[in-house]
């Protein structure tokens, strides 16, 4: 299936994949050739696109992207994502991921409603770039 990913101002990713994954509102999902159309909201974390089959014996490595929120579309044979941001793995300043993830953890336990939303989906953002961050350095043992 055909992979493009892309905000209002760049086209991100595009290319062929034999699996997507993505986080919803709803919980994460993995897209595969010949899906139900779909229309999905994004929220922050990972999406990982998995090279097709024939190109993995060739080399060909999956590709993690952090995105901050957005829509995912689903046709039988191609998948869009329009983000609102994103970060590609060569991006990322884990140092920078892990000190934003301390602070809103510090502040999910406020009482303000609205600042421990901010503070949660700041969290799942965190985390996200960590976890791509990992699986993309040179000494990870977490490579697809």
């Not at 919980?27 to 190109?55: K, N, S, T, W, Y």
């Not at 993690?64 to 994502?81: H, K, N, R, S, T």
């Not at 991921?97 to 799942?124: F, H, P, Q």
């Amino acid at each position: 299936m055909s992979v493009l990913i892309a905000t209002a101002v760049q086209e991100v990713f595009r290319g062929k994949a034999s699996m997507l994954i993505a986080p919803s509102m709803e919980g994460e999902l993995a897209i595969l050739p010949g899906h139900a159309p779909l229309l999905a909201m994004l929220r922050p974390g990972e999406v990982r696109v998995d090279c097709p089959l024939q190109d993995a014996a060739g080399g060909c490595e999956s590709t993690d992207i952090v995105v901050f929120g957005g829509f995912l579309e689903v046709q039988p044979d191609a998948v869009i994502i329009l983000a609102d941001a994103v970060r590609r793995a060569d991006e990322i300043d884990a140092a920078e991921a892990r000190k934003a993830a301390e602070n809103a953890r510090k502040l999910l336990s406020s009482t303000d409603k609205e600042i421990s939303v901010k503070a949660m989906l700041d969290l799942e953002l965190a985390i996200a770039k960590l976890r791509v961050a990992r699986k993309n350095s040179k000494q990870s043992l977490l490579k697809p």
